[in-house]
């Protein structure tokens, strides 16, 4: 069974950095769709960032451009998203998830934009004061 598991989410003061991390258990395969997004009350779901395990580039949502990047560690099969230059507005619940179906960077930026990833970890409050 696969069960993401995510941690390192807190409180920061605008400006501020914090790093969240993301482990994947019950999945060993060396290439998939991982990323992650957030949700803030009364707004929809946001694409934050998404990499392809195999190997290609990060695509990112443009309101975290230049300030949050993506990055695995596939010995560890952790996912992490370090977090800098934060702003009051990018206080959410910050989920990881993995999508085991596309074999493609291509397929990951598609499943990313469309929000379409089928394993969701449990969530990381992060808040951002100002």
């Known amino acids: 069974q696969v069960r993401l598991v995510e941690s390192g989410g807190g409180s920061v003061q605008a400006g501020g950095s914090l790093r969240l991390s993301c482990e994947v258990f019950?999945?060993?395969?060396?290439?998939?769709?991982v990323g992650w997004f957030r949700q803030s009350p009364g707004k929809g779901r946001e694409g934050v960032a998404t990499?392809?395990?195999?190997?290609?580039?990060?695509f990112y949502g443009d309101s975290v451009k230049g300030r949050f990047t993506i990055s695995r560690d596939n010995a560890k099969n952790t996912l992490y998203l370090q977090m800098n230059s934060l702003k009051p507005e990018d206080t959410a619940m910050y989920y990881c998830a993995a999508e085991l179906e596309g074999g493609s960077p291509a397929y990951c930026y598609i499943a990313f934009r469309e929000l379409n990833f089928g394993y969701w970890g449990q969530g990381a409050q992060v808040t951002v004061s100002s």
């Open positions: 990499i392809y395990t195999g190997g290609g580039s990060a």
């Open positions: 019950g999945y060993t395969a060396s290439s998939y769709c």
